[in-house]
Structure formats: C-alpha cells, structure tokens
C-alpha cells in the first residue's frame, strides 16, 4: 500500500477521534453540571426513565449551547480533515509518528469520562452475592387483595434523620434509644450493619426515593428541591405505586423542614 493511500486513513482515523474526544469532553461537562461528579449511575437511571417533564426548562439555555456545541465541533472536524487532506504532508518519522500515537492514546486514557464510564461497567458487572436469595422469604400477598381492612397490615416507613450507630452507645447517650435497643436485643428485629451509601442517595429526598424505588435520584434542580416531584421519573415504580395499586391508603407526615 501507497504511503499516500495511508495518510488518507491516517488523517480520517484523527479526525475521528478528534471528534469523538470532544465528544465525549461535551458529555462529561453537561453531565458533570448536574452531578458535580461527572457521570454516573444517577445519568444511566434518567436517560433509561426517560427525562420527560423533568424540570429542564430553565436549563434550555444550557440544552442549547450544548447542541451548538456539537454542531461546531463536526464543523471543525469536517474542516480540519480537509484542511489536512489539501495539504502535502512528508512521511512522518517513526519517533514522531510513536509519539503522535501515544499521546493520544494518553489523552483518552486520562479522559474523565471513559473513567466515570469503567466505573459504571464495573458496577454492573459486579459479582452479585448469593445472600439475598438465601434469606429473602417472598412475601405472602394474598392478605393484600383481601376486601376486609382488619386483615391488612401497616406499612411504616420512618425516616431519622443522621441518625446513627453512635447513638445506641449509653455511655456516651444514656437513656437515648433503650426501646430501640430492646427489640434489636429480642430476636424480633433485623439490623442491618456495615452498609454503604449508593450513588445518587446522599441526601435526604435522595435517600427516600432510593429506598422506595430502588434507583439514584437525578435532579435538575440539585440537593432537596421539591421542584417537579408531581413529574419527575414518571416510569419509575416505587412502593407507593404498589401500594396504591393494592387500594392502600397513603400518607406523609413531615416532622421538620426539609
């Protein structure tokens, strides 16, 4: 093959990756605006929701100068290559052509966003330990469907606030939570211990949708705005949508601004 014939796919293949590098230099910055850690579980879980009624809105200027952003870098790109392709190039030495390569080898390699994308793959193809189908006992629902209320039971969800392990310790809290202490002690309780905090449910609207829906909260409006709650994550199904499904009745009570 013709060292000319090379250049042509030589030039074609940086072009591309050109662009792909900007690419993905656009994404990790809208994704990062949001986050404020790049990208993550909490942007996979909302573009698989989909992101309808979402409270985007005010960001429309920021939607905006993204597409155009994308439209100039493939306008730049289409340039650059037929800038390069006009123009007689003499055939690289190998030092130079190693280091071409190997810098922009490099500059992907250290690029955040194929970073945040490795850490996403190895998430979902973690290992999955056998624990939960070794003590998960499937509920009986057939007390669910019954018309009769005294035969349903309660569901409460109670939420403490920064509550934490600290608090059991009656040397340091005496008297604090000795009811709780009792039933952890009688055998009728579950504690759960050594837990870690997922992506997406470090504050507190975070962690009730983790644990009623069992996903990240991605929110346009950051921290615990309330703003487009009544639309937001529409297709997700949490606890109470089941339970409403099941004609339970269903209340919030609100012991402090959040």
């Not at 905006?64 to 870098?73: E, T």
């Not at 018309?147 to 059991?168: D, L, W």
């Not at 909260?217 to 950051?222: K, M």
């Not at 997700?236 to 269903?250: P, R, T």
């Amino acid at each position: 093959m013709k060292y000319k014939e090379k250049n042509k796919k030589r030039l074609f293949l940086d072009v591309t990756l050109f662009f792909i590098f900007g690419l993905l230099s656009l994404i990790y910055f809208v994704a990062n605006y949001f986050t404020g850690h790049g990208i993550d579980e909490t942007v996979i879980d909302a573009l698989n929701l989909g992101l309808k009624s979402a409270g985007f809105e005010e960001y429309f200027l920021l939607m905006l100068g993204a597409l155009f952003s994308f439209i100039l870098l493939f306008i730049i790109a289409f340039f650059y290559y037929r800038h390069l392709h006009a123009v007689v190039l003499a055939k690289p030495k190998k030092i130079k052509a190693f280091l071409h390569n190997g810098f922009f080898l490099l500059a992907f390699l250290m690029h955040p966003a194929l970073g945040d994308f490795y850490k996403i793959y190895q998430t979902s193809s973690m290992e999955q330990s056998d624990d939960f189908y070794e003590y998960y006992k499937a509920p009986k629902t057939s007390d669910l469907r019954l018309n009769t209320a005294k035969h349903r039971k309660n569901i409460v969800y109670i939420y403490a606030e920064s509550f934490e392990r600290t608090y059991f310790d009656t040397d340091i809290f005496p008297d604090l939570t000795p009811n709780l202490s009792a039933l952890i002690k009688s055998g009728n309780a579950i504690e759960f211990t050594n837990i870690n905090q997922t992506t997406g449910s470090n504050y507190t609207i975070a962690g009730l949708t983790s644990t009623q829906c069992g996903i990240p909260l991605f929110t346009t409006s950051g921290g615990d705005s309330m703003e487009g709650m009544d639309t937001f994550y529409q297709e997700a199904i949490c606890l109470g949508d089941v339970l409403k499904k099941e004609n339970y009745y269903l209340s919030f009570l609100q012991g402090s601004s959040i």
